[in-house]
């Protein structure tokens, strides 16, 4: 974040990734999506993009990426802006992403270090999705997995909507849940505050099949590196399993909205308004940099 002149800032952002689904064009809206994701939670609009891709020249036709970079550049067209420009090179695996540029007011710019003890969380989307991708990259080997089509759409959904209902609120604080988990970005979200947290695991919302492909041993590296690393500063009243679920890595998840409780009607309202999914899921905590699941 820069502020440019008087309460006017700009933010940017940069994420890309290899593919986690076969179909091209629905790889560069998922990647788009995410990385216009990192905006949103700062309470910010997009207004511009720049494309960042890697691809094999050599092993894949050029129509394959051009659909990649065609379905990045009409998910950033949903969102309201244009992919401008970028640089492409030739790499052994294709990898795609944006730089996005937003804007913000100062005085409206939501950040994920300012939640308080007593903050009501919300969350915008399911989690699983990380586990539900590993699961059909090792279907040949092992089973037919559950389809990927409610965790691609859920992928695919920006959280425009959501981001506008937290600002017109007036949310504490909030981010993203990407590649550190639901655990991960919310441990961010507490050091950064001098906080901690509780979560209700009975009102996290998961995706279908995503606690069933855990039981069969499916999960990203990064998930289980995420659980690894933040395991010794969660207090678990549950299963184990259900810490890994919640430090699973995900592509494109929701907002993690903190907000004061008698702000927390107007955030519902906002979000209802939008069509907007949600689920509280906990509360903010004088526990500082500890989260516990509470089953």
């Known amino acids: 974040m820069i502020r440019i002149a008087g309460d006017l800032a700009i933010a940017q952002t940069v994420d890309f990734f290899t593919p986690i689904v076969d179909d091209p064009y629905l790889f560069g809206a998922i990647a788009a999506t995410n990385a216009i994701s990192d905006i949103y939670a700062m309470g910010a609009t997009p207004i511009m993009g720049l494309a960042i891709a890697g691809f094999p020249t050599d092993k894949l036709p ?3 990426l051009e659909s990649i970079l065609r379905g990045g550049a009409e998910k950033a067209l949903e969102a309201g802006f244009s992919v401008a420009g970028g640089h492409t090179i030739i790499d052994d695996v294709p990898k795609y992403g944006l730089v996005v540029t937003g804007v913000v007011s100062v005085e409206k710019l939501v950040r994920n270090s300012t939640a308080r003890a007593g903050d009501v969380l919300y969350l915008t989307k399911p989690i699983g999705n990380g586990i539900l991708v590993s699961a059909h990259r090792a279907k040949k080997m092992f089973h037919q997995p559950p389809p990927l089509d409610d965790a691609i759409r859920w992928m695919t959904l920006l959280n425009r909507d959501a981001a506008k209902a937290m600002v ?5 604080a909030a981010t993203d849940i990407t590649g550190y988990g639901l655990i991960g970005h919310l441990l961010e979200m507490c050091e950064g505050s001098g906080t901690g947290a509780e979560l209700q695991l009975s009102a996290i919302p998961v995706l279908a099949g995503a ?4 039981a069969r041993g499916m999960r990203p590296e990064g ?3 995420n659980v690894i690393t933040f395991r010794d500063r969660v207090r678990l009243s549950a299963l184990e399993s259900e810490l ?7 592509t494109s998840g929701g907002l993690l909205i903190a907000i004061a409780p008698e702000r ?5 309202s906002g979000l209802d308004e939008g069509g907007v ?4 899921v906990g509360t903010m905590t004088a526990d500082i940099g500890r989260i516990s699941l509470v089953a």
Do not use: I, P
């Not at 999914?277 to 509280?280: G, L, Q, R, S, V």
């Open 264 to 268: 927390a009607a107007a955030l519902e």
């Open 244 to 250: 890994t679920l919640m430090c699973d890595a995900q």
């Open 223 to 225: 998930t289980a590196r």
């Open 62 to 64: 050029l129509d394959v």
């Open 211 to 214: 606690r069933e492909e855990l």
């Open 168 to 172: 017109n609120a007036g949310a504490s």
């Open 277 to 280: 999914f949600y689920a509280k």
